[in-house]
């Protein structure tokens, strides 16, 4: 069936980096529409960024400079590179796929920034 799995989400220091991935299955991955959301304590879930199936990208404009995300169709990978990780970017990412009407998500990975 069709599912994402997220990883590499964990602790790090203000000013640190980290790099989620998402691995994608059951679906046909290259016709996809990506994207990273995250959700912070009491908050609404918001864009992070988006990377289309022809490899266009957008950016929330709180992480634009600051993180990138790619996408491996070969290995039905996405990921997320986070540097200059601030306090403000704690929150728990989820990774999302679209396609016409259907939206998948995964079960999500907290990013906790702090000293």
């Known amino acids: 069936q069709a599912q994402l799995v997220e990883s590499g989400g964990g602790l790090v220091q203000p000013g640190g980096s980290l790099r989620l991935s998402c691995a994608a299955s059951?679906?046909?991955?290259?016709?996809?529409?990506m994207g990273w959301y995250r959700q912070a304590p009491g908050k609404q879930r918001e864009l992070v960024a988006g990377i289309s199936r022809g490899s266009n990208t957008e950016y929330g404009d709180s992480v634009k400079g600051r993180f990138t995300i790619s996408r491996d169709n070969a290995k039905n990978m996405v990921s997320l590179q986070m540097n200059s990780l601030k306090a403000e970017d704690t929150a728990d990412y989820y990774c999302n796929a679209k396609y016409n009407s259907r939206s998948l998500w995964g079960q999500g990975t907290q990013v906790t920034v702090s000293a």
């Open positions: 059951g679906i046909y991955f290259r016709v996809y529409d």
